[in-house]
């Protein structure tokens, strides 16, 4: 299956007894569906990320700097707190259209979830989007 494409697929998972490549009647099998999404950011407004070095600090047992001896205790590194673009160390903010599967674009964009990688401090999201729905993400439970 390629995935060069977004879009609503079906799989069809089976096992093939006899060997042919294809399935036959008495083959078991089951049909998954793939929603393949496309996420994009179009236009370079879009994209508003910033560093921000001057909210970045380390401290060597509570010295703020360089420490140029490997003969500390501990170390405390701070990237800012993530309140706000002025705030963080670095601070990733755009604008990205979403399509999905359907005639529409939106099948399965209710399974997609949004966030930097890098950026989470939480298990919980909420995305604002431009005609003000707000898309949240709880928690997830503790086993």
């Not at 060069?4 to 490549?21: E, H, L, M, P």
């Not at 036959?24 to 508003?48: K, S």
């Not at 298990?123 to 707000?134: A, I, K, M, N, Q």
Request: charged content about 20%; proline content about 2%.
């Amino acid at each position: 299956m390629a995935t060069d494409q977004r879009g609503s697929f079906f799989v069809i998972a089976f096992v093939d007894t006899n060997r042919n490549g294809q399935r036959d009647i008495n083959e078991q099998g089951a049909i998954l569906p793939v929603i393949l999404a496309e996420c994009r950011i179009e236009a370079a407004g879009d994209l508003r990320s910033t560093a921000n070095p001057g909210n970045l600090n380390i401290n060597f047992d509570g010295i703020a700097g360089n420490v140029n001896t490997a003969n500390y205790s501990w170390v405390n590194i701070s990237t800012g707190d993530f309140n706000s673009q002025a705030t963080a160390g670095v601070a990733l903010d755009a604008d990205v259209r979403i399509v999905g599967g359907g005639a529409d674009g939106k099948r399965g964009l209710d399974r997609v979830f949004l966030g930097w990688a890098n950026n989470f401090t939480a298990l919980s999201y909420d995305g604002l989007y431009r005609d003000g729905r707000h898309i949240t993400r709880g928690a997830l439970p503790v086993s």
